[in-house]
């Protein structure tokens, strides 16, 4: 008996995930579908999360970093509705639903270690081999829900639906005849009830009937995932990692320091002399600047690996040798921090040279990052027990998420403008591409340009302005665009 009722308690908890599961399907649709993402794209992440906290109601659940993670998945898909730089927005929505998955992972799960390679393998067994699992869960559960449905009174459930079907009858003829007298409109269709099928466009209906039930099968199939799994054993597998001689890496420590040594000997004769240094025959320092800079963060990044890779494989057992790789490993964690510099300082000169652009700015972030993350690491290289890679983590999410919301086409426009201020060099045409946080930049320096440049930009606004104009719908909400959409409309 017992059996029966869990059944039947599994069967309609089934049921109602078919059911939201549906709904969402069709929200995408009529959200997504020939629309730009907007306002809501937050909408459907929050009730994604809304409907996956519902299906684990019934667990207890403990403070993990899979809700840490639900604050910049609800920041950077409410970026949507903030700004409208596409490169982010392409980043966002590849990235936000791989947040989720994470995040609701380790809600269930809060003892796996999300700082191991192995969680990424979690991850796509949860992604795609559950999914693929459950993929015809839906039917199941339907056919489990009429075989209880057959013997729950069945012959009163009979008798009940023909006294309905006896009674709303007459009153339905009743109805019809009323409406089609009261409304022209109702009363033609009605008379006309073929001509209805005949006006629907299957060439659109069959693409968004896919699209729905392919967001249905998937929301179901992963979320059913953790409802009908059984306590899942902790997959931190404890394979013997073989430790790195510390002879070894003491060895290539000291070839590495001494180049980098003498590298920025070389760097300190002329690059932080300024202009009134000279550079070797036949270099500008912009083309210094060019020339040299993506070989310098390629470099800053192999240091960090190996940094990190030391840290973690080097073998711990000879106390002395191993205070003399940490001391190595800080001194190579310097040089570093020093081609961080340089780098930055590169990048500004060329810059300073041709302007500033999404590249460019971004790449200032990216190196700023790296610079916060080898100050943790040298910290973790002298206190082994900070958890590096967790910090790493949580810095990089973090930071990326505030990225976000620095309103960078902006910057990029108001330091553009600057530059023509004192130069009269500007690249308008890249300006016109940059996202509508740059339309208030754009006036101005329409205001204040040649003949030449007002062509190009009021070209741009108006292509802008008849954009805006087309999108009608609530759900393509984007303060960034509201904003612009007024300062159009004002004539400028």
């Given at each position: 008996?017992?059996?029966?009722k869990s059944?039947?308690t599994?069967t309609?908890?089934g049921?109602?995930?078919i059911?939201f599961?549906?709904?969402?399907?069709?929200?995408?649709?009529r959200?997504?579908i020939d629309?730009?993402?907007?306002?809501?794209?937050?909408?459907?992440?929050?009730?994604c999360?809304?409907?996956?906290?519902?299906s684990?109601r019934a667990?207890?659940v403990?403070?993990?970093?899979?809700w840490?993670?639900?604050?910049?998945?609800a920041l950077?898909s409410?970026?949507?509705?903030v700004y409208?730089?596409q490169?982010?927005?392409?980043?966002?929505?590849?990235?936000?639903p791989?947040?989720?998955?994470a995040?609701?992972?380790?809600?269930?799960n809060?003892?796996?270690?999300?700082?191991?390679?192995s969680?990424?393998?979690?991850?796509l067994r949860?992604?795609?081999?559950?999914?693929f699992?459950?993929i015809?869960?839906?039917?199941s559960?339907?056919k489990s829900?009429?075989?209880?449905?057959?013997?729950?009174?069945m012959?009163e459930?009979?008798?009940?639906?023909l006294?309905?079907?006896?009674v709303?009858?007459p009153l339905?003829l009743?109805?019809i005849?009323?409406l089609?007298s009261a409304?022209?409109v109702f009363?033609?269709?009605?008379?006309?009830?073929?001509?209805?099928f005949n006006?629907i466009?299957?060439g659109?209906l069959?693409?968004?009937?896919i699209?729905?039930?392919?967001?249905?099968?998937y929301?179901?199939?992963?979320?059913?995932?953790?409802?009908s799994?059984?306590?899942?054993?902790?997959?931190?597998?404890?394979?013997?990692?073989?430790?790195w001689?510390?002879?070894t890496i003491?060895?290539v420590?000291?070839?590495l320091?001494?180049?980098?040594?003498?590298f920025?000997?070389?760097?300190?004769?002329?690059l932080?002399?300024?202009?009134n240094?000279?550079?070797?025959?036949?270099?500008?320092?912009a083309?210094?600047a060019?020339k040299g800079?993506?070989?310098?963060?390629?470099?800053t990044c192999?240091?960090?690996?190996?940094?990190l890779?030391?840290?973690k494989?080097?073998?711990?057992?000879n106390t002395k040798?191993?205070?003399l790789a940490?001391?190595?490993?800080t001194i190579?964690v310097?040089f570093?921090?020093?081609?961080?510099?340089?780098a930055?300082f590169?990048?500004?000169?060329?810059e300073?040279?041709f302007g500033y652009?999404?590249?460019?700015v971004?790449v200032?972030?990216?190196m700023?990052?790296?610079?916060?993350l080898?100050?943790?690491v040298?910290t973790?290289?002298w206190?082994?027990k900070?958890p590096i890679?967790?910090?790493?983590i949580?810095?990089?999410i973090?930071?990326?998420?505030?990225?976000n919301?620095?309103?960078?086409d902006?910057?990029i426009a108001k330091k553009?403008i600057?530059?023509?201020?004192?130069?009269?060099k500007v690249?308008?045409y890249y300006?016109?591409?940059l996202?509508?946080?740059?339309?208030p930049?754009?006036?101005?320096l329409?205001?204040?340009?040649?003949?030449?440049i007002k062509t190009?930009?009021?070209?741009?606004?108006?292509?802008?302005?008849?954009?805006?104009?087309?999108?009608?719908?609530?759900?393509?909400?984007?303060?960034?665009?509201?904003?612009?959409r007024?300062?159009?409309n004002?004539?400028n």
């Open positions: 008996m017992e059996d029966n059944l039947e599994k309609k908890d049921l109602y995930c059911l599961s549906l709904l969402l399907g069709v929200t995408f649709d959200l997504f629309k730009y993402h907007g306002i809501s794209f937050f909408i459907f992440i929050a009730l999360i809304g409907f996956f906290l519902w684990i667990r207890s403990e403070k993990s970093f899979g840490f993670l639900l604050i910049p998945i950077l409410f970026s949507f509705s409208t730089n490169v982010f927005n392409l980043f966002n929505f590849l990235g936000v791989i947040l989720m998955i995040s609701s992972i380790l809600i269930v809060p003892k796996l270690k999300w700082d191991k390679a969680f990424i393998g979690e991850m949860r992604a795609v081999g559950d999914m699992n459950n015809g869960k839906p039917f559960i339907l829900s009429i075989k209880i449905g057959r013997t729950v009174k012959e459930g009979k008798k009940q639906i006294i309905g079907i006896l709303s009858l339905l009743i109805l005849v009323l089609s409304d022209m009363g033609y269709y009605f008379d006309n009830l073929t001509e209805i006006n466009n299957t659109e069959i693409p968004h009937t699209i729905t039930l392919v967001v249905f099968f929301l179901f199939a992963y979320v059913w995932s953790f409802k799994e059984k306590k899942v054993a902790e997959r931190s597998l404890k394979s013997t990692v073989s430790s001689g510390s002879v003491i060895t420590l000291i070839a320091n001494i180049l980098y040594l003498i920025t000997v070389i760097q300190f004769s002329y932080y002399g300024g202009a240094v000279a550079l070797p025959a036949g270099f500008s320092y083309d210094y060019r800079f993506f070989e310098l963060a390629a470099v192999i240091n960090f690996i190996i940094v890779s030391c840290v494989y080097i073998n711990k057992d040798l191993l205070k940490n001391l190595l490993l190579l310097a570093t921090l020093n081609m961080l510099f340089s930055n590169k990048l500004t000169l060329y300073t040279a652009t999404f590249l460019r971004s200032h972030l990216f700023l990052l790296l610079f916060i080898c100050l943790v040298a973790g290289i206190y082994r900070i890679m967790k910090s790493i949580v810095i990089t973090s930071m990326y998420t505030i990225i919301y620095l309103n960078i902006g910057f553009n600057e530059r023509y201020n004192e130069t009269g690249d308008a300006l016109t591409y996202s509508y946080e740059a339309v930049y754009l006036i101005e329409r205001d204040k340009g040649d003949n030449n190009i930009i009021n070209a741009n606004l108006k292509y802008r302005k008849e954009t805006l104009d087309r999108e009608k719908s609530w759900s393509e909400f984007n303060f960034s665009k509201n904003s612009a007024k300062i159009l004002q004539g």
